[in-house]
């Protein structure tokens, strides 16, 4: 009789220990910039974490934004956002003056003013630039600026050149521009040196971020607080990746998308919601052993020490919308590329992290090859409530290998979601926690720490307590995200209010201490 054989372990196995952290984008720090940078408020959000007993602090994507302001819309899928540089860094080393980024002062503290920060940041950004040269390129962080561009040449180079030509064409789409600046293996000789200055001054700005982003990842280090990065599955279809490396994504002979990404109606939009993202085109990424891919992660894990893909189900089957569709009710499932892909990464990143985001209706395809692959995957409080005990993300039916949160950046705050609940929701909540809501945000605190979930992630707005005006995205919703941000008095409160005192001891109760 043949012997029964045993199962595949699972590609990765990585989460092992209880853990707790905050979710909190840099851009929502306080400071007076305009908008969270790498700053001291960056250093003392650190230090709340640690008097917390935390292990974690999640943000969104890193990347630098266009209209919309979205994380998850980037120029590209490996750059850092130049609005997070902290200028006064410059002015310490003699690159700007601090009357020069006073203008930066006057935008206040209060949200996020994309449009005066467009436009009083980047001359400052590029002055900078230009001291440097005339100083000689001192060595800012542990490497030259020369050294730099030749460690990240794979991908720096596309993008300075792909942001020196957007500037050029006055913001336009890259398929809008002409002949002998829509591709990059083709770039005319007369561009490249009238605008090499430029595509320098932006390799220059990811030179600044990534020193200064190591420096803070070192100060998390030393607190014992690893950083969860965030990547969205796909790239924008405006973005140096796509210019760079059209053979991977399905586009049209003018550069346009063929096939759009997005989610079919589901819990945040009837209508679905239409990202706009082109489409991979699998196939290419296979052949060459998913190289691109590859490589964008390894550069994710050079920045944290933990990474969520977004939309995880888009490995199994994603939504294929054909473009010039109004809406995302129109498309098709198609499959993605599968264990095979997990398999390559985890052949080129043996030791990765991943946080798989699975949230949404889930196939039996999608569960299995999360099991397959080993990630862990999401849980959200809000999402628990309002049917029966059959709901996967009520407590009681979450696996270890998993993270809690009460709410994403996608959600209302706990305590706007409660209020606007109807009244069998609310009364399940107050049923099934044994509370009277009152105090609904802290509930689904102790709520996650308590479950089993080995990591729980709290929304800094829920620590707080606040209600809607807090939300950080409302999707679907094309401006007027991503703007919230902490006041100084709430960052630097929390320490003496008790606070951080008392998620110490949750974390001490539920083992999640580190």
């Given at each position: 009789m043949a012997a029964s054989s045993e199962p595949e372990p699972p590609l990765?196995?990585?989460?092992?220990?209880?853990?707790?952290?905050?979710?909190?984008?840099?851009?929502?720090?306080?400071?007076?910039?305009?908008?969270?940078?790498?700053?001291?408020?960056?250093?003392?959000?650190?230090?709340?974490?640690q008097s917390a007993r935390m292990k974690y602090w999640q943000i969104c994507p890193l990347g630098p934004t266009g209209y919309g302001d979205s994380p998850y819309q980037c120029f590209s899928a490996f750059a850092g956002n130049p609005y997070l540089i902290d200028l006064g860094d410059l002015v310490a080393r003699g690159l700007l003056t601090d009357a020069e980024i006073a203008p930066l002062r006057a935008l206040g503290g209060g949200p996020v003013d994309y449009g005066a920060l467009f436009r009083t940041k980047w001359p400052l950004l590029r002055k900078a630039y230009g001291r440097h040269l005339k100083a000689g390129s001192p060595a800012i962080g542990g490497e030259t600026f020369e050294a730099f561009k030749a460690s990240r040449a794979g991908w720096l180079d596309a993008y300075g050149w792909f942001r020196a030509l957007k500037d050029n064409y006055g913001g336009r789409p890259w398929w809008k521009w002409p002949d002998g600046a829509r591709s990059h293996a083709a770039l005319s000789a007369a561009l490249r040196s009238r605008l090499k200055a430029e595509a320098d001054a932006h390799c220059f700005y990811q030179y600044v971020f990534f020193a200064q982003w190591m420096r803070l990842r070192g100060e998390a280090a030393r607190r014992g607080i690893a950083l969860i990065g965030d990547i969205p599955i796909f790239a924008a279809a405006d973005s140096a990746d796509t210019w760079a490396n059209p053979g991977y994504f399905e586009l049209g002979p003018d550069g346009r998308p063929s096939f759009?990404?997005?989610?079919?109606?589901?819990?945040?939009?009837?209508?679905?919601?239409?990202?706009g993202n082109p489409l991979y085109r699998w196939e290419a990424h296979a052949a060459d052993g998913y190289r691109w891919w590859g490589e964008r992660l390894r550069v994710a894990f050079e920045l944290c020490d933990v990474v969520r893909i977004d939309h995880f189900r888009g490995f199994d089957a994603y939504w294929s919308i054909p473009a010039g569709a109004p809406t995302a009710r129109t498309g098709e499932w198609r499959p993605g590329p599968g264990l095979a892909f997990f398999t390559a990464m985890r052949a080129t990143l043996p030791n990765a992290r991943i946080i798989a985001e699975d949230l949404g209706v889930l196939t039996p395809s999608v569960v299995r090859l999360r099991e397959d692959s080993g990630l862990p995957g999401m849980s959200v409080l809000q999402f628990a409530f309002g049917g029966d005990s059959a709901n996967l993300y009520l407590p009681h039916n979450l696996t270890p290998n998993g993270v809690i949160y009460p709410g994403t950046h996608d959600n209302d705050t706990t305590v706007g979601w409660y209020g606007s609940s109807d009244q069998g929701t609310k009364d399940h909540v107050r049923r099934y926690l044994r509370v009277d809501g009152s105090e609904i945000a802290w509930d689904f605190i102790r709520a996650a720490y308590a479950a089993v979930s080995r990591i729980a992630v709290v929304p800094m707005q829920d620590i707080l307590s606040l209600g809607t005006a807090a939300r950080f995205n409302l999707p679907g919703r094309p401006e007027g995200n991503w703007q919230w941000r902490l006041a100084p008095e709430q960052l630097d409160g929390l320490a003496g209010a008790g606070t951080a005192k008392y998620l110490a001891e949750l974390a001490l109760l539920y083992a999640r201490a580190k």
């Open positions: 990765f196995d990585w989460l092992s220990e209880r853990g707790a952290g905050v979710l909190l984008h840099p851009t929502c720090l306080p400071g007076g910039q305009g908008i969270g940078t790498l700053d001291g408020s960056a250093i003392r959000f650190l230090d709340l974490l759009l990404a997005g989610v079919p109606p589901d819990y945040f939009s009837a209508d679905g919601q239409l990202w």
